[in-house]
């Protein structure tokens, strides 16, 4: 996920399921009473997440709170910072007791819509105008729009670029300001990188997270609309045509060129990222706010930032990925208008630009103010999000495809050397699959349409 999120495996998911209606019965105490402990005021509960992701958001939510209770003496705000394996378990226990919060936070794109589509979602459109959503890009909210209706609304927003070490680049004889643009250039610097004893990618596959990281970085380079990534997952398109599995192919070119560390199979994602931080490696896949912390703590002249090489040919060629994490208005929520009030309050000009100095998270949001960025890492991205389209590829994924199908694929490129035609076969079958079991979100997938 996103900054892999989920970093704890499967292997707890069963302990956690017991535990989720213990937890969901002490949250149920936290907000549900319209009497706020005898004082008249409505109770506005809040679940939320992100410290995890982006450190400094447990102290941006308290200010919010704070400052909102200021606004709005009649209504206290109770928010609840969630743990990441129980995210989704307590939500959904509670919503089925119709115990839900009036504010739940989700990952984006399709971890938030299985939700939407499994009916525990309001649509937000309904409590917030269309005048009043305007100064959210359309390019944010279209990850949660469906059937006609907004379902989610930015929480924060981030970017994925290729954090860099430049005095490697130097060493190898690389520009460490402008490393690479294409693909061919791409492999040229990893050539030079490695000619010079220098492992060029730093990666980790034990964990299964790193293969829809390379597919936010790779595959939608061939696509030109957000609907060709829907019509895929809804299988009206292939894996085996060349627009949608030409990134495999590159996979493999890296993997054979001896270009990613060898141990890759023994390195869970982090730590394989964590390879430039000690050397190993030259580059990583990684997130803006983490490449800002090295940025800060080694320096400008040490950590770089680049969008990836480009190979394809769609509109999406040189599109960066900035997706945004998002809040929904459970079913359940007692208090709907009053939830869409605070969400509305979080994204006033004052509130995003104190997100960005306590957090270091840029609000997906029209009154951004480029003023506010203090490292040249958040400026480069801010170009980027000007200049180029924004699509994360990875917040389509139908439910289950990546765990069932992405994950094992790629993993069996490395450890059998499975071929890149053989791979998108299997992707396909994976796809069918997960599509038959789950055929209410194969019809939400046939319905849904994007407008860009």
């Known amino acids: 996920m996103y900054l892999n999120k989920r970093k704890e495996k499967s292997m707890k998911k069963i302990s956690v399921v017991l535990i989720a209606a213990l937890v969901v019965s002490?949250?149920?105490?936290?907000?549900?009473?319209?009497?706020?402990?005898?004082?008249?005021?409505?109770?506005?509960?809040?679940?939320?997440?992100?410290?995890?992701?982006?450190?400094g958001y447990k102290a941006y939510m308290e200010e919010m709170v704070k400052r909102y209770e200021k606004k709005n003496p009649d209504i206290k705000v109770e928010a609840v910072l969630q743990e990441s394996d129980n995210l989704y378990t307590a939500f959904r226990t509670a919503e089925a007791a119709g115990e839900g919060p009036d504010i739940q936070y989700m990952w984006g794109g399709t971890q938030a819509m299985e939700d939407v589509w499994k009916g525990n979602v309001a649509p937000i459109s309904d409590y917030i105008?269309?005048?009043?959503?305007?100064?959210?890009?359309?390019?944010?909210?279209?990850?949660t729009n469906w059937n006609?209706?907004?379902?989610?609304?930015?929480?924060?927003?981030?970017?994925?670029?290729?954090?860099?070490?430049?005095?490697?680049?130097?060493?190898a004889g690389v520009d460490p300001e402008n490393p690479f643009t294409t693909w061919d250039e791409f492999l040229e610097c990893c050539e030079?990188?490695?000619?010079?004893?220098?492992?060029?990618?730093?990666?980790?596959?034990?964990?299964?997270?790193?293969?829809?990281?390379?597919?936010?970085?790779?595959?939608?380079?061939?696509?030109?609309?957000?609907n060709d990534m829907?019509?895929?997952?809804?299988g009206q398109e292939s894996f085996t045509d060349k627009k949608y599995s030409e990134w495999l192919e590159k996979i493999a070119e890296l993997k054979e060129a001896g270009y990613i560390n060898e141990?890759?199979?023994?390195?869970?994602?982090?730590?394989?990222?964590?390879?430039?931080e000690s050397k190993k490696a030259a580059m990583t896949l990684h997130t803006q706010p983490y490449a800002v912390s090295l940025e800060k703590s080694l320096g400008?002249?040490?950590?770089?930032?680049?969008?990836?090489?480009?190979?394809?040919?769609?509109?999406?060629?040189?599109?960066?990925?900035?997706?945004?994490?998002?809040?929904?208005?459970?079913?359940?929520?007692?208090?709907?208008?009053?939830?869409?009030?605070?969400?509305l309050f979080l994204q006033e000009e004052d509130n995003i630009k104190y997100l960005y100095e306590s957090a270091n998270a840029m609000m997906p949001n029209n009154n951004f103010d480029e003023s506010w960025v203090s490292s040249e890492i958040d400026r480069k991205v801010l170009e980027w999000q000007k200049e180029d389209n924004n699509f994360c590829y990875q917040l389509y994924f139908a439910p289950m495809f990546e765990t069932d199908g992405l994950i094992p694929t790629v993993q069996k490129m490395f450890s059998?050397?499975?071929?890149?035609?053989?791979?998108?076969?299997?992707?396909?079958?994976?796809?069918?699959?997960?599509?038959?079991q789950n055929p209410e979100v194969h019809d939400a997938f046939l319905e849904w349409s994007v407008e860009e």
Not at 32 to 49: I, M, N, P
Not at 129 to 143: D, F, G
Not at 263 to 276: A, N, T, V, W
Request: contains cysteine; aromatic residues 10%; negative net charge.
């Open 416 to 436: 059998e050397g499975l071929a890149p035609k053989d791979a998108a076969v299997e992707l396909d079958e994976a796809l069918g699959k997960c599509m038959e």
């Open 230 to 234: 829907i019509s895929l997952m809804s």
């Open 148 to 171: 006609g209706k907004q379902w989610g609304i930015p929480a924060y927003g981030f970017t994925y670029g290729i954090a860099y070490d430049k005095e490697a680049m130097r060493t």
């Open 129 to 143: 105008s269309e005048e009043e959503l305007s100064v959210i890009p359309k390019s944010a909210l279209a990850q």
């Open 300 to 343: 400008s002249d040490q950590i770089g930032f680049a969008k990836a090489p480009v190979f394809g040919t769609g509109k999406f060629a040189d599109s960066v990925a900035t997706p945004s994490q998002v809040y929904v208005i459970p079913n359940s929520a007692k208090h709907k208008e009053e939830a869409a009030d605070f969400l």
């Open 26 to 55: 002490l949250l149920f105490g936290c907000g549900k009473s319209d009497d706020a402990k005898g004082t008249g005021k409505t109770t506005l509960s809040v679940w939320y997440w992100g410290e995890q992701e982006v450190p």
């Open 192 to 226: 030079k990188l490695k000619s010079s004893g220098i492992t060029p990618l730093g990666m980790g596959l034990k964990d299964g997270y790193l293969p829809a990281w390379i597919g936010i970085f790779l595959g939608q380079q061939n696509m030109d609309s957000v």
């Open 263 to 276: 141990d890759i199979l023994s390195l869970d994602l982090y730590q394989g990222q964590q390879l430039i």
